[in-house]
């Protein structure tokens, strides 16, 4: 009885066996025809959709950063002129207390107060008499700064605005302090160093610092002595061209230099220049301008 049920389940089992081999030997080229095309179709699919979104995606990141820096351009430029504007009454002021200085050999009381407030703000000695060199000197950093110049260096020191320094310390410009606490400290500062980014409670101040720092600090000479002998001749004064003054303003020496210059050139922003230039020229003194001929400054009377 025992080996009938045995046997019983051998057949059975061999039976099994040949019908899951017929099985597996039955034609399968439909499914896996059919599995091939949605696979296929699905993968058109994929590339087509992604060489799309690719290209919308490329389009789109093109267009954002268009739209970021026209963004950029259009927050900073006003602030910019009205400072260079600030800049430009100073240097009106200037001019004016020559002129009475020049006619009456000497200045009142309080024109003495305001020129000593003007050396002092433009880091000059206010102990001196008053003289044409000092009025010279005084005004060869009492100018405006190329608004190219200023727009490309806030872009690059503070990556169009997202840098740390810029969100946190309205810092569009990289100006350090070394007073501690001052503003912020880099990441990256080096252990024996000691300065920190400078913080500002506003943009405007930062860019009043920027021009102040350009117009005053030691390292700018060349720049403020170029500028000078770019109106000395009733030239255009852009960016492009003081930017080589300013080598001194970040360790990458001439390669930072060359990298503002492409940002005016390929950012169209030399066009800003030339407004300034002749608005500055108007409070020129007549010593300044050797180039008759050329000359179409218009002086106050």
């Known amino acids: 009885m025992q080996y009938r049920v045995l046997l019983v389940l051998l057949i059975v089992f061999l039976l099994s066996c040949v019908v899951h081999d017929r099985l597996q030997e039955l034609p399968s080229d439909r499914v896996v025809h059919d599995d091939k095309v949605d696979e296929n179709r699905t993968l058109t699919d994929k590339t087509s959709g992604t060489h799309e979104n690719l290209q919308q995606t490329k389009q789109k990141k093109t267009e954002s950063i268009k739209q970021k820096k026209e963004r950029f351009f259009a927050f900073l430029l006003p602030l910019v002129k009205e400072e260079n504007t600030l800049l ?14 020049k006619a009456n050999g000497i200045l009142e009381s309080t024109q003495l107060q305001q020129l000593r407030d003007l050396l002092i703000a433009f880091k000059l000695p206010d102990d001196a008499p008053p003289g044409e060199d000092m009025f010279l000197e005084l005004l060869s950093r009492v100018d405006v700064i190329p608004i190219s110049l200023a727009l490309s260096q806030a872009a690059n020191e503070s990556a169009w605005g997202t840098s740390r320094f810029a969100r946190e310390g309205n810092n569009y410009f990289g100006q350090w302090c070394f007073k501690k606490g001052c503003g912020l400290v880099p990441v990256e500062r080096s252990e024996d160093a000691s300065h920190e980014v400078a913080k500002f409670d506003s943009v405007r101040a930062s860019v009043k610092s920027y021009l102040k720092n350009i117009n005053t600090f030691s390292a700018y000479q060349e720049l403020r002595d170029m500028r000078a002998d ?8 852009t960016g492009e ?6 080598l001194g303003y ?4 001439a390669a930072y230099v060359e990298e503002l210059q492409a940002m005016i ?3 169209g922003l030399r066009a800003w220049d030339e407004q300034f230039t002749h608005a500055a020229n108007d409070y020129l003194f007549p010593t300044e301008s050797t180039d008759e001929s050329t000359n179409n400054t218009v002086l106050l009377d």
């Open 88 to 101: 430009l009454e100073q240097r009106r002021a200037v001019k004016v207390l020559f002129e009475a200085w």
């Open 230 to 237: 770019m109106r000395l001749h009733n030239r255009i004064i």
């Open 241 to 246: 061209q003081l930017a080589v003054g300013l």
């Open 250 to 253: 970040s360790q990458r020496g």
């Open 265 to 267: 050139r390929v950012n």
